[in-house]
């Protein structure tokens, strides 16, 4: 089945050792999007990949960064994580054609824990 | 800019019984909303959208929606709740410009047997 794949589902780092998280998608979508959700909130946006072309929010932390090698995968690196930083990260695709709005397919997310 | 209300935190109901999870948006322009749902631990769900047409929007699982444009309400409803459909929903809308999706709080809906 076609799908969005995160790995790993749960991940633990120390306080400032850098971390990477992966997303890979097998649906071809040309738009992939990162995702910041705490304890059940709504998740806020981080940033996206529109094709190659990349969009960071104005809010998204300079500590976040992103990584899209091809259409299929996709990498959020935090350089310094912090303890405010713990949370659930959730990679979504879209397939974007002009502006018909298709809807997000998300992956079930990777929990990050930081000590 | 865009916004999204969910006024409920959490929502109970009996199985059975109808349901409602409501929604309230606010964009310049006309709308396109969508309904997600979360179960514990894991990604969002796509459940059904409204980007024109009919105001009633069916979508998975039993789940509909009416667009009420005067209202800018865009409720979730279903007709007989189950204990299965016990989870967290999530409201959301990006007007006809931008290409993000901003998310209403999130609804934590309860169906008690």
């Known amino acids: 089945d076609a799908m969005v794949i995160q790995n790993p589902r749960y991940q633990v780092t120390q306080f400032g050792k850098p971390v990477t998280l992966s997303c890979s998608q097998t649906l071809n979508h040309n738009v992939m999007y990162w995702y910041q959700q705490k304890s059940s909130q709504a998740p806020k946006l981080l940033f996206h990949y529109y094709d190659k072309d990349f969009n960071n929010e104005a809010d998204t932390p300079d500590n976040f960064q992103s990584r899209r090698p091809n259409t299929s995968f996709c990498f959020l690196d935090i350089r310094s994580p912090g303890l405010g930083d713990a949370a659930m990260y959730l990679c979504?695709?879209?397939?974007?054609?002009?502006?018909?709005?298709?809807?997000?397919?998300f992956g079930p997310g990777t929990r990050l824990t930081v000590t | 800019a865009q916004s999204v209300a969910q006024p409920e935190d959490q929502v109970n109901v009996a199985e059975g019984n109808p349901l409602t999870v409501k929604c309230t948006y606010s964009v310049s322009g006309n709308p396109y909303l969508f309904w997600y749902v979360q179960y514990p631990n894991r990604g969002l769900q796509f459940l059904l959208k409204?980007?024109?047409?009919?105001?009633l929007v069916k979508g998975s699982y039993g789940f509909e929606a009416e667009f009420n444009k005067s209202q800018t309400s865009f409720h979730l409803k279903k007709p007989s709740a189950l204990v299965s459909d016990s989870a967290l929903y999530f409201c959301?809308?990006?007007?006809?410009?931008?290409?993000?999706?901003?998310f209403g709080s999130g609804t934590q809906l309860t169906v008690l047997p």
């Open positions: 959301a809308v990006r007007d006809r410009t931008a290409r993000q999706l901003t």
């Open positions: 979504a695709t879209s397939r974007e054609v002009g502006k018909v709005p298709y809807e997000q397919y």
């Open positions: 409204y980007i024109t047409g009919d105001n």
